[in-house]
């Protein structure tokens, strides 16, 4: 047998291996190599010396107000004096409306004096770690350790740049980008700034992703991105849109809304279980991660200092996304209406000639659209019900906050591998009375549409137009009857690999990022790829087989996420306890955010922990506690509640507290026990505004502003103003993160375990309600 003979006989494997080489170099060109970066010359930036300094930094938890907060700051401000820069250690009270927030910032500021007068470039990452048990090595030690790597080297190779680098090592990020506000607000360099990049991270590893933040058009932001000539770009236009829909803003957000200053945003978001954890650490971070924000800030660093930043704003967007081998395609969003057009009037002719040749049989092109409908709604299944299923065999799985749980790679792998079977199962039904050509008619249409929907509203996403006019390429191909079925199944195969490589790692960064309950997400996504490859598959002699083997993929994919659902020390079990106590009442609890009981929480609960409701009024939990118990008050001291003024005028009332602290605290909250609508609030006399506006809200049981202490004694001064008419009933709670300083006769965390991110944890909490002047 000749190699014409082989080939044609074993087309579909040559097809399929084709098809998995280029997934894995998708997946593996956005992966930046942990090799780089070794060189010993003082030039070139050092990941060892970028190291050395995220072991030193992420030693300890340095939230705002933790003893090693202030460690952190004073290394860094040496470390940037060691380069010969003068350093600002800037300090301000911010509020910012996100979270109604507030601390006492302490920003890290210096500069590199460039030879021009334009715009400045800043590089901007935050010192501070999550609350209250992050070592914080990603998020966000790995952007800070970049900078100050970075500019080493920068400065190492002795050139002056030709704009002023500004470096702003903000804090208070985690509390609501409270030092950044602080920063745009307030410091008058951040007038003189023309571009931002920000370096962040979700998670321990991954893929870092660009994201272009302005409030105009991304055109020449993005043009100026792909001069830089970064190694390994991984972005897209449609990113951004998946950023906004995420619940985290980054220090670069404050900018642009504050400060109308444009910048990219460099973050990877992979490991997500590690987020803001205590598994957030200088051991787990990825190197690959950390050298792909290196090269990052190199390449950008040695574009920006010297280009005019004035010239970035724009009114004309671009639809772009990375691509392995051209590293970026960018194209005007103008195009997209005449790229669906061009796409329509091909699928009418096609269909016409199609029709025109007996390729094509309306019978079959109307019978299509049931195995279309079958496998939508049967991966969308595959993807919810399948998630909710291992949460009841799992229930572990409810106490990773993130939402992404530590095998939940192998979940992925598994749902999208069994609805591959599905999908090629139903098509294999249908394909034996119905052509490929047939069966392929529907889900063009189904692409069509969601590209005419892409058009209307989000063009952002425009660049989902080039999958369909390849199928299309794909869908006139099978019309030429003449043409051999194995050449027809490689040359359909290699039309749609560009779909497949542009799509198939969104499978991922979509549950990624929004966590396993959108798995139905991925599956659907997963479903509308393989449409688009029904020529391929339909061709192949072997469909049998290749469901089989998909079928025993994720078969295997689910027995390693089975064997992978314990936790043990190298996958921590979050934990949640603390202690709250109401001083009106006399009522102390236990409290936890767990959903399921373990070795440790069962110290402090049972299961009949929650029979009875909640008392909101003793703390406003919104109802996340998952277990509570009555329980000996300890003792602690409360805060020292004054009011200091109490102003009725004709529409409004004034109230002006005093706070202070009688044992160390590490955040005050304010809550409201009825409903009233809030005019204005300060806190140390800075106002909550947003876009310049005074922040004016409607509370009614909750809490509705936080102030976190920079010092554990700090006094609080905290004013509001409400409508006169309602009757106001107000009650502060003082948190200390001490629980464990005050109570005896546990066992600490063993290995396996850590506390829980996300929520009131290890912590001793007072409320106390607020004796006014007025109460009617």
């Not at 990049?197 to 991954?206: D, I």
């Not at 749902?415 to 063009?444: E, H």
Request: net charge negative; with cysteine; proline share 4%.
């Amino acid at each position: 047998m000749n190699f014409i003979d082989l080939s044609k006989r074993y087309s579909w494997l040559i097809s399929l291996c084709i098809i998995t080489m280029s997934v894995i170099w998708t997946f593996s060109a956005e992966l930046h190599s942990a090799k780089d970066f070794q060189s010993e010359d003082k030039t070139e930036f050092s990941q060892k010396n970028a190291l050395k300094h995220l072991k030193v930094i992420s030693s300890e938890p340095h939230y705002v107000g933790a003893a090693y907060h202030r460690n952190v700051r004073e290394y860094l401000v040496t470390e940037l004096q060691k380069l010969g820069l003068e350093v600002e250690t800037f300090e301000h009270v911010a509020v910012h409306p996100l979270g109604m927030s507030a601390a006492n910032t302490q920003n890290i500021i210096t500069k590199i004096k460039g030879s021009g007068k334009g715009k400045a470039l800043a590089l901007v990452s935050h010192y501070d770690s999550g609350v209250n048990s992050s070592l914080g090595a990603s998020d966000a030690g790995s952007g800070v350790v970049t900078i100050l790597e970075g500019i080493r080297a920068f400065l190492a190779n002795g050139q002056q740049p030709l704009n002023d680098i500004i470096i702003v090592i903000t804090d208070g990020e985690e509390t609501g980008l409270l030092g950044a506000s602080a920063f745009v607000d307030f410091h008058p360099w951040s007038k003189d700034i023309g571009l931002v990049l920000n370096f962040e991270a979700r998670g321990s590893g991954g893929s870092s992703y660009m994201l272009i933040e302005t409030n105009g058009g991304n055109k020449k932001m993005i043009e100026a991105f792909a001069e830089t000539g970064a190694n390994t770009p991984v972005a897209s236009s449609l990113m951004y849109a998946l950023y906004k829909s995420l619940p985290n803003d980054t220090d670069l957000t404050a900018f642009r809304e504050q400060g109308d200053i444009e910048g990219f945003n460099f973050a990877f978001i992979g490991d997500h279980f590690d987020y803001h954890t205590a598994q957030d650490s200088y051991e787990r971070i990825d190197r690959e991660s950390l050298n792909h924000q290196a090269d990052y800030l190199m390449t950008s660093l040695s574009y920006f200092a010297f280009t005019d930043l004035s010239q970035l704003k724009s009114d004309e967007d671009m639809v772009y996304f990375n691509f392995p081998g051209l590293k970026m395609v960018i194209y005007p969003s103008s195009w997209v209406t005449p790229m669906v057009i061009l796409a329509f009037l091909l699928f009418l002719l096609i269909t016409f000639i199609g029709l025109k040749k007996n390729t094509l049989s309306v019978k079959g092109m109307l019978i299509g659209f049931v195995p279309l409908v079958v496998s939508l709604l049967t991966a969308g299944s595959v993807g919810y019900f399948g998630w909710q299923l291992l949460l009841i065999v799992f229930p572990q799985y409810a106490d990773i906050m993130q939402g992404y749980t530590y095998n939940g790679h192998w979940i992925v792998a598994c749902l999208v591998s069994m609805t591959g079977a599905i999908t090629l199962l139903i098509y294999q039904l249908f394909n034996k009375r119905f052509s490929s050509q047939d069966l392929f008619f529907a889900p063009l249409v189904l692409w069509l549409v969601i590209n005419i929907m892409i058009a209307l509203k989000l063009p952002s996403a425009g660049f989902y137009c080039i999958p369909l006019l390849l199928a299309l390429a794909c869908f006139a191909l099978n019309n030429v009857k003449d043409m051999a079925k194995s050449t027809l199944s490689l040359v359909t195969t290699l039309l749609a690999l560009p779909a497949l490589m542009m799509l198939t790692p969104w499978i991922s960064v979509i549950v990624i990022g929004l966590g396993l309950k959108t798995l139905f997400i991925a599956t659907i996504l997963t479903c509308l790829v393989l449409l688009l490859l029904v020529p391929v598959f339909c061709n192949y002699q072997v469909k049998k087989r290749l469901i089989a083997g998909l079928s025993l993929v994720s078969l295997v994919c689910l027995i390693i996420s089975a064997l992978q659902s314990d936790y043990t020390e190298d996958r921590k079990k979050p934990t949640s306890v603390s202690y709250v106590y109401d001083l009106d009442n006399n009522l102390a609890f236990m409290v936890s955010f767990n959903k399921n009981l373990d070795e440790f929480s069962r110290q402090f609960f049972d299961e009949k922990s929650t029979t009875a409701p909640w008392d909101t009024s003793v703390y406003p939990d919104n109802g996340y506690f998952g277990y509570y118990k009555p329980t000996s008050p300890l003792a602690l001291q409360a805060a020292k509640v004054e009011v200091l003024k109490d102003e009725l005028t004709a529409d409004s009332r004034t109230i002006t507290l005093l706070i202070s602290p009688q044992r160390p605290t590490n955040m005050v909250q304010l809550a409201s026990i009825n409903e009233m609508f809030i005019r204005k609030i300060s806190v140390n006399d800075e106002v909550f505004k947003h876009e310049k506006e005074i922040v004016a809200k409607k509370v009614d049981g909750e809490i509705f502003v936080k102030y976190v202490l920079s010092s554990p004694m700090e006094q609080i001064k905290l004013q509001l103003t409400v409508d006169n008419s309602t009757p106001l009933s107000l009650k502060v709670y003082g948190t200390s993160f001490d629980l464990f300083d005050h109570i005896e006769g546990f066992n600490a965390r063993g290995p396996a375990y850590m506390p829980s991110p996300f929520s009131l944890n290890d912590a001793t909490v007072i409320g106390q309600s607020v004796k006014l002047n007025y109460n009617y």
